[in-house]
């Protein structure tokens, strides 16, 4: 069982930054894509960010390209996301996620079908 650990959130004023992180003990974690995934009050769970098991092929959600920059560690096992430029419209509990690919040629998927592990979640607030 992969077991995955957030920690980052908290509350923040619109424009401002959280940093997110999510470790495992997983060994083999550079075999695993890995996503972020955030769900608001009364609503859907939705696509942030993924990134591929190398790291060197990433996707992001239109509302947060070029605010937000998923990262990941492979030697420290742990995935990041940076988050600038907050707004109110962030505010969620905010998951990771991962599954298998460890020779990761397509782009890491923004389906949360496709992911098997996921964390307990992080709430991220973002005041007006």
């Known amino acids: 069982q992969v077991q995955l650990v957030e920690s980052g959130g908290g509350l923040v004023q619109a424009g401002g930054s959280l940093r997110l992180s999510c470790a495992t003990s997983e060994r083999t974690f550079s075999g695993y894509a890995a996503g972020w995934f955030r769900q608001a009050r009364g609503k859907e769970r939705e696509f942030v960010a993924a990134i591929s098991g190398r790291g060197d092929n990433t996707n992001y959600a239109d509302s947060v390209s070029g605010r937000f920059l998923i990262s990941r560690d492979n030697a420290e096992s742990t995935v990041y996301l940076q988050m600038n430029s907050l707004r109110p419209e962030d505010t969620g509990v905010y998951f990771c996620?991962?599954?298998?690919?460890?020779?990761?040629?397509?782009?890491?998927?923004?389906?949360?079908?496709?992911?098997?592990?996921w964390g307990q979640g992080t709430q991220v607030t973002v005041s007006s």
């Open positions: 996620a991962l599954y298998w690919s460890p020779f990761g040629v397509a782009p890491p998927s923004t389906a949360s079908g496709a992911y098997a592990h």
